[in-house]
């Protein structure tokens, strides 16, 4: 039977990267039935909002999804659709590995990293309001629930994928409370897994120079909403950019797979845009549903193509469109 998906296009290249997608997926052999939904700033003015509530009943009722990037204002404007969407859907999970890719020139080789990064409290819960004409106050906040539901998918996700080991990242130091209980917590589970996965906790400043001076160290990391979007970044540039990093945000009821890039609208309709980071976060949405062979076909294809360097888009060196990116992914899954 056929896998119901929503697909959410996006806004800026989001269209143009989810049909290449769409269409590398198609061709891996497994079968979809696609519900295409559509949100960002291209419905605002007919719903009022860039989420509409008819997309999160698609969601709801196929319980995978996938998307291109949808625009978010900065300083005003809507509010992101990637945080509504993850505590709206209880996706309380973001999955992001960064792993080296052949034929990609970065100054690191065999880096091989995922970020687990706990998706619904932290800074995040927009819990957000001025306190005088000039000044505002953001409200941090860290559950124990929260934090060791985090830490439990970290340490499954390590078991189920072969790792050797779990780092929990946090500011304990200074936050002695909020941080003090996310790294708590994170102890607390690391107990039930001590002879299966080595457990270690870093400062996330002392984490961030560590991960630039000698990444491969480390393996799994486990951190606070927060620290965890920053900290995935990083590990982008480690592998390459954001241009070929792939998410996930997964709950218990559903999940919704997007590249973590921008929308980039300058470039929105010119069959440019690369769509790896898209095809690959494809690629985590074939784990999820199971289709592991036709996964590793997906991603060893585009690789393959990435290290031939023929049909690869300009930010990879060549001169390929997206279409034509997606067309040399297919001959090789042919």
Known sequence: MAHQVTLIPGDGIGPELAEATRRVLDASGVAFDWEV??????????????????????????????KGPITTPVGTGF????????QTLGLYANLRPARSIQGLETRYENVDLVIVRENTEDLYAGIEHRVGPDAAESIKIITRAASERIARFAFEYAVA????KVTAVHK????????????????????????RIEFEDRIVDNM???????????????????????????????????GVAPGANIGV????FEPVHGSAPKYAGQNKANP????????????????????????DATRAVIADGTTVTYDLGGSAGTSEFADGIIDRLG
């Open 37 to 66: 939904q559509d949100a960002g700033e291209a419905v605002m003015a007919r719903y009022g909002t860039p989420l509409p509530e008819h997309v999160l009943e698609s969601i709801r009722r196929n319980k995978v999804a996938i």
């Open 79 to 86: 509010r992101s659709v990637n945080v509504t969407l993850r």
């Open 161 to 164: 994928n072969g790792r050797r």
């Open 172 to 195: 304990a130091n200074i936050m002695k409370l909020s941080d003090g209980l996310f790294l708590e917590s994170c102890a607390t589970v690391a107990k039930d897994y001590e002879s």
């Open 208 to 242: 961030c120079m560590q991960l630039v001076q000698k990444p491969e160290l480390y393996d799994v990391m486990v951190l606070p909403n927060l620290y965890g979007d920053i900290v995935s970044d990083l590990c982008a540039g480690l592998v390459g950019g954001l």
């Open 253 to 256: 009821d559903g999940a919704v």
């Open 276 to 299: 790896t980071a898209m095809i690959l976060s494809g690629v985590l949405m074939l784990r999820h549903l199971g289709e592991q062979a036709a996964a590793e076909r997906v991603e």
